[in-house]
């Protein structure tokens, strides 16, 4: 490279002698012979210059070759010392394989041991949080999470700890505790109570069940609470200072009983599910208590009436049987044919006959309708739970349910109208039965005996 | 187990309609004994004062006189024809009533299905013993009761013959 540019600038310097060459023909010759020696001592000083670089060179390249062979020396160095560590790295490697070997066959019974520490401190994790105790003792939460969480083979402390921890779930489920901590009401807000553990089962606030949710870890009130004598024997043993024995209703569930309690329906809703053939029973129903209300009021103010008329025969009044059966006589005693006044007094006692039957009819009609409107919605209520099977098939007895509620719903309300106002029937009619023996026979005679009265006094 | 505990433990199987029997029983057992009660105390004693007025009775035969035997007789019907009706009415009420605590049952059944599904026959266990106890309950006692009730029935009309030839129209 270096050598053509060498070129060039002479290539260029002669083109320019040339040109002024051309330029000028007729000068002097002196000129060209200066032009001659200038070039040759140019060019022999060009030739020193190109010997000392090529010496130069030529140094260069010894120096290079030194230093070549200088390298590959130490290739060879490194080569071998590879070759060294390869074999120091295999000799390790069996070295550690025999090693391995040798500390599985020491570890074999540990590593069984940390495998069972490890499930037994998952075991007894899920265990605690469920469980009821650890309301009362929260710090236990955090040390067998850290236990579970190990994953080195465990020290004697931390098994002993979770032997320790075990132990005191056995101890403290056979115990019943009082603490002090927070329960959440269903409406959502938060109470500091003392409540009252009974083993790793129940836990009750004053007379109240808790749920204990341990995924949210919270103690809510049951939202439907148990039978009042249920709850009776909770509220004796929160208020007993021990010593005498209380009973008490266990749901050995842990709360699964008393869970579902909160998803069986209220009155309210079973009503609802009796839907509108329900209603019309529960209407049927209402019209028909009415209706024997407003009888037995009647039936007993007219027997009251009577009985104050009978202390008092001297002033009949026309608001009860007997008072209009004693005016239908002294109006017909003129007549003096007892057959008449027998047949006029007949007629009253009529009239007050078909009053006491009044009503009588529609209770036994409403007490026979009742059953079967429950019958009716009984098979509305298959009729839709079939429906639900054609669609959906047998699989799922959910879906049946609402069909099957309102079929056994409407039926004992039915029944439940029905019983009633079948009672009320039977009373009102044995009552009506009675006075109007009462009016028909008794009455008549007391009339009767007025008139002997009555007509003895004459004599 | 003693009796009460026993007792208490059978009518919470039975379920609530169970407690109705029960109040129903009871109300039935005492309306017996008091109307056994009234005609082996009460009634001799009023049918004897009864039959004798209307012996001391000079008239017998007119229209008057008949109303007094009426009256007398009718004084006595009322007295024993007190709560027979209701006492038929209550032994026709009981298998109803057993009814009742059949359907409840059957709903207790069908919630429980609905919850747990029908592969669990221990938990509907008590809704079916709910269903049943009742049914039967409200059966045996209604049959225990109808012998009373239809004898104490022919009682009423064989004491309202006997007082009515007792009291006879001519002298």
Known sequence: ?459 | MDINSYLLDFLNTGGNVLWAILLVTIWLWFLIFERYWFFFREYKTQQQSNVKQWQQCADKSSWIATQYRRQLLSELDCMMARNLKLITGLIALLPMLGLLGTVTGMIQVFEVMAYLGSGNPRAMANGVSAATIPTMAGMVISLLAIPFATELDRRYRREKRETASAMPTYS
Not at chain 1, 219 to 226: D, H, I, N
Not at chain 1, 228 to 241: H, I, K, P, V
Request: glycine share 8%.
């Open chain 1, 1 to 459: 490279m270096k050598k053509i540019s060498f070129n060039y600038a002479g290539l260029s310097r002669a083109s320019l002698l040339g040109l002024s060459l051309f330029i000028s023909p007729n000068l002097q010759a002196d000129p060209l012979k200066d032009l001659y020696l200038q070039v040759s001592q140019e060019v022999s000083e060009e030739a020193n210059h190109n010997s000392e670089r090529e010496k130069k060179f030529k140094a260069a390249a010894g120096e290079q070759k030194a230093m070549l062979a200088e390298v590959q020396t130490e290739l060879a160095r490194q080569e071998q010392l590879r070759e060294e560590m390869q074999q120091t790295f295999d000799l390790n490697e069996t070295q550690l394989a025999d090693l391995s070997t040798q500390l599985d066959r020491r570890t074999g019974n540990l590593g069984e041991l940390f495998g069972v520490f490890r499930q037994m401190a998952g075991d007894t994790e899920k265990l605690l949080f469920d469980s009821l105790i650890s309301i009362e003792y929260p710090e236990r939460k955090a040390q067998i999470e850290a236990l579970a969480a190990t994953t080195e083979v465990p020290t004697i402390a931390q098994m002993q700890q979770l032997w320790a921890m075990s132990l005191q779930e056995i101890s403290e489920s056979a115990g019943v505790t009082r603490f002090n901590t927070e329960v959440v009401k269903p409406s959502g807000e938060a109470y500091t109570a003392e409540v009252t553990r009974i083993g790793t089962f129940n836990i009750i606030s004053e007379d109240k069940y808790l749920n204990y949710s341990s995924d949210t870890q919270q103690l809510v009130e049951l939202a439907r609470q148990p039978d009042s004598s249920l709850r009776s024997t909770a509220g004796d043993l929160s208020q007993t200072s021990g010593g005498t024995p209380v009973g008490f209703a266990l749901d050995p569930s842990r709360g699964a009983l008393l869970g579902l309690l909160v998803q069986s329906p209220s009155l309210v809703e079973r009503v609802q599910q009796g839907k509108s053939v329900g209603y019309a029973i529960i209407a049927v129903g209402i019209f028909g208590l009415l209706v024997v209300i407003e009888r037995l009021i009647k039936l007993a103010s007219i027997s009251k009436k009577m009985a104050k008329q009978r202390k008092d025969m001297e002033h009949p009044s026309d608001d009860n049987p007997l008072g209009r059966m004693l005016l239908a006589y002294y109006e017909n005693k003129h007549l003096q044919d007892l057959d008449v006044i027998g047949k006029k007094l007949e007629e009253v006692v009529f009239k007050d006959l078909a009053e006491f039957r009044r009503g009588l009819a529609t209770v036994k009609v409403l007490a026979a309708i009742a059953p079967l409107m429950g019958l009716l919605g009984t098979v509305t209520g298959m009729i839709g739970t079939f429906q639900a099977i054609t669609l959906f098939g047998t699989g799922d007895p959910k879906l049946m349910a609402g069909g099957i509620s309102q079929a056994l719903i409407t039926t004992v309300e039915g029944l439940c109208v029905a019983i009633p106002l079948l009672l009320a029937s039977t009373i009102l009619s044995s009552r009506a039965q009675q006075m109007s023996k009462e009016v028909g026979e008794q009455a008549t005679g007391m009339v009767a005996q007025k008139a002997v009265d009555i007509a003895s006094a004459k004599a």
